[in-house]
């Protein structure tokens, strides 16, 4: 799915929600960082490459898909360097930590391979591909969400631009 550049910026219609989040996020901030940087270490102790910024943000509540499909975890990389990962207070442990690992593998495939804007659609696919495979070589035990058949109402659509 494309996402656009400010999609991690978007504002949010329910302000009081996302403020509530956000207390609580900040809450579990330090749980947050240890989940983090355990997976980034992991991650590159398996493909090593140069440091990444990582910008943990809270997501919108209206971001519903998010929450109730992907276990309030929703992530996006620019470029090699720049990961964002917004999670919801109901976030999943484990996904976060999956997801982690694989969009630090989305970060160090641009490094070594170039742009990902400039991808075809199978280019892009195969990028999610070696990005799940290389997560679950991390987190063997872990099955993300978008990896299984979506089984719910076909005509639902994602809402989270």
């Given amino acids: 799915m494309y996402l656009p550049l400010e999609y991690p910026f978007l504002s949010s219609t329910e302000v009081d929600k996302f403020e509530d989040n956000i207390i ?3 809450q ?10 355990e997976a980034l270490i992991k991650s590159a102790e398996l493909l090593p490459g140069e440091d990444k910024n990582i910008y943990v943000m809270p997501l919108r509540p209206e971001d519903r898909f998010v929450v109730e499909e992907m276990e309030g975890v929703a ?10 990962i917004q999670i ?3 976030y999943n442990e484990k996904l976060l930590k999956y997801t982690v690992a694989h969009e630090y593998h989305h970060a160090i495939n641009t490094q070594l391979n170039g742009d990902m804007a ?11 591909g070696k990005a799940n495979s290389f997560a679950t070589i991390v987190y063997p035990d872990i099955n993300a969400p978008w990896t299984e058949p979506y089984q719910k109402n076909p005509r639902k659509r994602c809402s989270r631009v």
């Fill in 24 to 26: 609580k996020l900040l």
């Fill in 28 to 37: 579990n901030e330090e749980k947050i960082n240890v989940y983090i940087k």
């Fill in 118 to 128: 400039n991808y075809s659609i199978l280019h892009s696919i195969t990028s999610e």
């Fill in 75 to 84: 992530d996006i990389t620019y470029g090699e360097n720049t990961i964002f």
């Fill in 88 to 90: 919801d207070t109901s």
